[in-house]
């Protein structure tokens, strides 16, 4: 099976002057359930090259296993550090999608043509699509073959908006995934702040924070090996 994994290639936090990007244990967590089960994993961004790294993800008190791992691989270093541009890549070449999060998507995923062609490719065709965390950002401008939001109808899930508040980023963020998902008709759950909740909807799996990112890739595993 080939999975691609697309990242942010944004890495300014609004006007705080602040840094984002993507966040280390979404992208670490499922690459290694993808890894582990022998999928063959392709790295994209909107930019290519290296995608910037949220600094919060990468503190001491952030640090997990995958996280750890991550650091020590240096085949997976050197496919970070080079991803293909969204423009070159042909969805008929992989099996599934997956999208980390980080607060940089809300800002370049969320509205980036190629990326919304290849989530309406995959979805058109019955391949699971993975979202996690701010990276259903990517979801906003994406429709059904009918022309309705991706999600209206559907079960999903993603970063809330008391998760949010507790981060003190709700006035800084373009929209609110919350917000953004209700607005569009998803059928919107949450669980407790900062553990693991996922949604599965046909092929549509979502998670709502970083806790959540390997259920998330485990959920598409399972989709894929039936």
Request: charged content about 20%.
């Amino acid at each position: 099976m080939k999975i691609l994994m697309v990242l942010t290639s944004h890495y300014r936090l609004g006007n705080t002057g602040q840094k984002t990007g993507f966040w280390l244990e979404e992208f670490a967590a499922p690459y290694y359930v993808f890894k582990d089960t022998n999928f063959q994993v392709t790295l994209a961004s909107p930019a290519g090259g290296q995608p910037p790294v949220d600094p919060k993800s990468d503190d001491p008190d952030s640090q997990t296993e995958a996280i750890v791992r991550l650091k020590n691989d240096d085949e997976a270093m050197e496919l970070l550090a080079d991803t293909q541009r969204l423009q070159s890549l042909n969805p008929e070449n992989f099996d599934a999608i997956f999208y980390p999060g980080g607060h940089g998507p809300l800002w370049d995923l969320a509205g980036d043509f190629n990326s919304i062609a290849l989530l309406e490719a995959f979805y058109r065709r019955g391949k699971p699509v993975g979202l996690v965390c701010h990276g259903l950002a990517a979801l906003l401008d994406v429709k059904d073959p009918d022309g309705f939001p991706v999600v209206k109808g559907k079960k999903v899930t993603g970063f809330s908006n008391k998760e949010e508040n507790l981060v003190h980023l709700s006035e800084v963020v373009p929209f609110t995934i919350e917000d953004m998902l209700n607005t569009q008709g998803g059928l919107y759950s949450k669980g407790d702040a900062w553990l693991s909740h996922i949604e599965v909807d046909g092929n549509l799996v979502t998670g709502q924070n970083p806790a959540s990112s390997k259920a998330a890739a485990e959920a598409i595993v399972q989709l894929l090996q039936k």
